[in-house]
């Protein structure tokens, strides 16, 4: 799996965007995209969690995503087990 330098974070983010378009993608790489995709809400729980522990308030967070504060909140409780 690539680092997540800023390349692959500018690529994730064009993705979550809808600014990829998957029908060019060959089966190999959609089939990469959705094993990694497989534990998207456990990895955004971490994210959450890494800024609050930052400082990151659960509401700077939420205006920053767009979301409300409890919706941080119940992210940051998800249990970290795929499960």
């Known amino acids: ?3 997540l330098n800023s ?3 500018d690529a994730l983010v064009r993705l979550m965007n ?4 998957l029908d060019e993608m060959d089966d190999e790489r959609l089939l990469a995209l959705g094993a990694a995709l497989q534990g998207g809400p456990v990895n955004l729980a971490r994210v959450v969690r890494c800024l609050n522990a930052r400082g990151w308030t ?3 967070i939420g205006e ?3 979301v409300h504060e409890a919706t ?3 992210w940051a409780k ?3 087990s795929s499960d």
Do not use: K, Q, Y
């Open 1 to 3: 799996m690539a680092d």
């Open 7 to 9: 390349e692959v974070i």
């Open 18 to 21: 809808g600014e990829t378009d």
């Open 58 to 60: 659960f509401a700077a």
């Open 64 to 66: 920053r995503l767009g």
């Open 72 to 74: 941080v909140s119940r």
């Open 78 to 80: 998800r249990p970290l």
